[in-house]
């Protein structure tokens, strides 16, 4: 480490710091962001539906309906957990809305498995650890609304138009 700080400074280049990967507040522990703070495989093509949903983003690959990805059981082995950060890059235009359901096609990347013992309740990925997997958002490719989610109000109210990235 000390030899890491000594080439910045001879480089001329102030050393960043890592992100906080973990942080504990009474009772809560809060975890850094997840692109830097987990191991990754490496990039692929996913297709599929996004549910986004209160306190859930469940992505369900190979689905091409709203009725498909709802028949599949909350966490099973089809359905990960689905993350989009800062440098995750959205269609242009487009705007997730809170309650709909989306086919989606993207680059992005699944969280490599985690080691035994660390799953916690569930699969260790997603709210609460509920999720048997994770994927990460690199960059949509193609973006459908399928419209709302049963049961879940949209917010704000509106749908995400068809779109495609610009990348």
Do not use: N
């Amino acid at each position: 480490m000390i030899a890491q700080l000594l080439l910045f400074a001879q480089a001329g280049t102030a050393a960043t710091a890592a992100p906080s990967c973990r942080r504990e507040e009474g009772r809560f522990v809060y975890f850094g962001p997840a692109r830097d703070c987990k191991p990754w495989l490496a990039p692929r093509r996913h297709s599929g539906v996004w549910l986004y949903e209160f306190e859930g983003s469940r992505f369900v690959e190979g689905a091409r309906t709203l009725a498909e990805a709802l028949a599949e059981p909350p966490y099973g082995a089809r359905v990960k957990w689905f993350s989009f950060d800062v440098r995750s890059r959205l269609a242009a235009g487009c705007r997730p809305v809170l309650g709909q359901a989306y086919l989606i096609e993207f680059m992005g990347r699944d969280a490599a498995p985690l080691p035994a013992g660390e799953h916690g309740i569930g699969g260790g990925f997603g709210h609460m650890g509920m999720w048997s997997g994770e994927v990460l958002l690199d960059d949509v490719t193609k973006v459908r609304g399928l419209g709302p989610l049963p049961g879940m109000q949209v917010r704000p109210a509106g749908a995400m138009p068809t779109c495609t990235s610009s990348g």
